[in-house]
């Protein structure tokens, strides 16, 4: 019993280490075409006119972004004026029709129709 459980100890162990070989193997033999296809893309964007062509291009790209923010907060602004000023006008209205029919009796109304107390 003791004889089979070393054994199968020692073949984890012994299959564990040839997993380990040949994962390493493959991870050597994949890192040459890692910096060989790393080496490629430096030399090929190391050109000066292509780091030029970008530049110019990331620069349009920013400067036509600020102008569409800039025309996206001028039509907000021109929308909140819009809204202020609608919301002011209705509320202007409502007070006139509320000050035109309202029934209230005001303060000197109630004083004229209340008797003094007498002592």
Same mark, same amino acid.
């Given at each position: 019993? &003791?004889? @089979?459980?070393?054994?199968?100890?020692?073949?984890?162990?012994?299959?564990?280490?040839?997993?380990? =070989?040949?994962?390493?193997? =493959?991870? #050597?033999?994949?890192?040459?075409? #890692?910096? #060989?296809?790393? $080496?490629?893309?430096?030399? *090929? !964007?190391?050109?000066?006119?292509?780091? $030029?062509?970008? %530049?110019? @291009?990331?620069?349009?790209?920013? !400067? @036509?972004? %600020?102008?569409?923010? %800039?025309?996206?907060?001028?039509?907000?602004?021109?929308? %909140?004026?819009?809204? &202020? !000023? *609608?919301? =002011?006008?209705?509320? +202007?209205?409502? #007070?006139?029709? +509320?000050? *035109?029919?309202?029934?209230? &009796?005001?303060?000197?109304?109630?004083? &004229?129709? !209340?008797?003094?107390?007498?002592?």
């Amino acid at each position: 019993m &003791a004889d @089979d459980r070393r054994k199968k100890i020692f073949l984890m162990r012994i299959s564990i280490a040839v997993f380990m =070989v040949l994962l390493f193997s =493959v991870w #050597v033999f994949n890192l040459k075409n #890692v910096w #060989v296809g790393e $080496q490629r893309f430096s030399s *090929a !964007t190391n050109n000066d006119t292509s780091w $030029q062509n970008l %530049k110019a @291009d990331l620069s349009q790209i920013l !400067t @036509d972004t %600020k102008s569409q923010l %800039k025309e996206i907060e001028r039509i907000r602004a021109e929308k %909140k004026k819009g809204e &202020a !000023t *609608a919301l =002011v006008n209705s509320l +202007l209205s409502e #007070v006139g029709e +509320l000050s *035109a029919t309202s029934s209230i &009796a005001t303060g000197t109304d109630l004083l &004229a129709t !209340t008797t003094p107390p007498t002592n």
